[in-house]
């Protein structure tokens, strides 16, 4: 009696280029696609730095485009919000033609910064020149501790 064993080829000689070629081609299709996605609707999150001295930590984020009323900042116990908003409306009108075309856009984008402390609201400065946004938050009476570590 021969075993199922018998009936399976010894190797397998399948050609897989056909598979691995599609596979490509549709990584490259969606790859693709949502690039425009991105660049359609402007997706990408601002760029947000922070550095920190002995005495604050510095955050900025370039919002170019952008005006002061549109920028919100929240503070939420250790985190800092920075929120933006923006609302265009378009409209044509052709009085001849009774033509009349209106497009909207809204756009509300966000980032967060976490830092190791409560952030002091009264003493957190910010400005908004040139499309920066510049956020001064100092430290006071940290409570972080550093430990010795021992072999």
Known sequence: MASNK???PSKFDIDMTPLHDFMRQMDSFFNHSF???NSQF???PFW???RETDSKFIVEAELPGYKRDQ???EIIGNQLRIGVEDHAVIEEKNNEDTYFNKQQSYQ????F????????????KASFRDGLLKVTI????SERKYLDIHE
């Open 6 to 8: 018998d009936k399976l």
């Open 35 to 37: 690039k425009h996605i």
């Open 42 to 44: 402007n997706l990408r």
């Open 48 to 50: 947000v730095d922070v």
């Open 71 to 73: 920028i919100e900042l």
């Open 108 to 111: 509300k984008r966000e980032r």
């Open 113 to 124: 910064v976490t830092l190791p402390f409560e952030i002091p609201k009264r003493e957190t």
């Open 138 to 141: 100092p430290k006071r009476h």
